[in-house]
Structure formats: structure tokens, C-alpha cells
């Protein structure tokens, strides 16, 4: 894995609530996109109010490491928007909050910023017999959603269901059926277990068929136990991603805080040869919801 050294290129208002940072620099010439449309990347920020003052920390055979000495950058996780190969640049489109590492430094982004960006990764793996899918996110899924269109081909058919916190937050998407909703996003509870039951109901057809499902972390828990036990589907017919925890900071300390023995029950349930991915996930999940995170 390599982390690469990105600049601020251009800073593009979308919505009121999402701003587009174009990066490039001579940083950039290593980074290879997936050409997967929900591929995602980690970015470190820089660790205080210099904006040019960014430590990076060195990649590993397990992923990376502060370097001695040096501060920790804050990571974010967040999904590319765009390639332009020919350009040198990428897209990143970001969710504004009052709060928080990312939207904090996206509030004064500007041309010249510098930040750390990693390889790509693709999640988004459709069956072979491709025949139709229904792409469902809330706000944070936008940018995602929004390349899967562009990268679709014309023959498939598409559902899109995008739950937004209201309609100024609607943004143009690719020539498609789109469905927009509003609540959740942090503002209510989220409606994505209720939009997905809606779009697959029990003793759907599943032939040719896929389902994509982006969002707050904790309401997909209910989403992925009701597409894998309830309707009972493989798992190369659907992907569930969660992208956000509400209050994110105090579930880490909270986690943090859980006795050194329950923390390695959790990640021993990991090692089962048995279950596949999916199956794991949602005992990882349960057990989660147990400990009340």
C-alpha cells in the first residue's frame, strides 16, 4: 500500500450540505484507481492548525505506522468521486457537519492544502449475470452512487433510493430512476432498513439481480441481517457498506473501554473458518449491539 502526498487542486460548493476538493501533484503519479465505482481511500489530515503541516505515516506489510517522534495524522475514510488519469487529479466529495476531523478542514479547504491519500479499494462486485440492481444510500452514499451510475452499462437496469436531509441536498445524477427521501443523515433516525425492505420485498426474484447498500453503520446492521437470514440471499447478490457512526469519537472510547477480554472475543469471531464474510459480520454485529455499541 502506498500512502501518497495529495494537494488541494480546487474546492467546488455542490450542495449546502457537500463540497467537492479536486486533488492532484507530482504525489499523485503512483496512485492506480480500481475503476470501481464505490472504491474508497483513507485520508490523513494534517494533525494541527498548519495546513501544510502534514506527517504521514509510512506504509506496512499490515497498513501503517506513525514514524517515531512524529504526531498521529487523523484519518478519515471516504469514497472517490472521480479519476482523471490524463489529468492527474481525483475528486472527493465531502459531507459538511458542525464537527469533526474532515469537515472541520474541508470548511477551509483551498487550493495549495496538502493531504495524505492511500490506494484505492473497490467493494461494489456485481454476479456475472448482471441483469438489474438496486443502488440504496443515504447522503454519504451519494458520491458512490453516483459513479456506479456512470460506470453501468446501458443494458442493466437501475433503482436508485437516495435518503437525503432534506431537498436542498439533491444533486443531478446519471439519466436513471431515482427515488429521494429525506430524514435520517444525523438529523433523524435513519430510514435505510425501511427503504430496503420496501425495494426488495419477501419473494423477490433474485435472478440477474443485485442489491447495494451505503450509509450509517448501526442502521445497516438491520439491513444486512434482513438480506442474508431473512431473504436468505448469497453473498455475491448484495454489499453492505457502512460508511458512518453517529457520534463516532465517544463510540471509540466506548469500545476503547470495553475489558481487554471482550475486545478479543470480538476479534477472535473473526478467525471462524466456517461462515462466510457476510455471516460473520452480522455475529460481529450482534455482539456489538449487545455490549450496547
Known sequence: MTIHRAVVARVQPLTATMTRVTLH???????????????YVRLFFPHGPDRGDLSLPLSTDKGWETPEGQP????????????????????VDFV???????????????????????????????????????LIADQTGLPAVARLLENTPDEVATRVVVELPDPAAIQPLPDTKVTWVYGGNGHGASR???????AIPPGTDMTGGYVWVAGETNALRTVRRYLRKE?????????VVGYWIPDADSWNER????????????????????????????RYEARLSDLGL
Open 25 to 39: 501533484g507530482e504525489g499523485l503519479a503512483g496512485f492506480r484507481t480500481t475503476g470501481v465505482g464505490d472504491e
Open 72 to 91: 498521529v495524522a487523523p484519518m478519515r475514510t471516504y469514497t472517490i468521486r472521480a479519476v482523471r488519469p490524463e489529468a492527474g487529479e481525483i475528486d
Open 96 to 134: 459538511l457537519h458542525d464537527h469533526g476531523v474532515a469537515s472541520t478542514w474541508v470548511a477551509g479547504a483551498r487550493p495549495g492544502d496538502v493531504i495524505g491519500v492511500n490506494d484505492p479499494t473497490g467493494l461494489y462486485r456485481p454476479p456475472a449475470d448482471l441483469a438489474w440492481q438496486v
Open 192 to 198: 435505510l432498513a425501511e427503504l430496503v425492505s420496501a
Open 231 to 239: 431473504l436468505g440471499l448469497p453473498a455475491d447478490r448484495f454489499k
Open 255 to 282: 469500545y476503547e473501554a470495553l475489558p481487554d477480554a471482550v475486545r478479543a472475543e470480538l476479534v477472535a469471531l473473526w478467525d471462524d473458518p466456517v461462515d462466510e464474510l457476510e455471516d460473520l459480520t452480522i
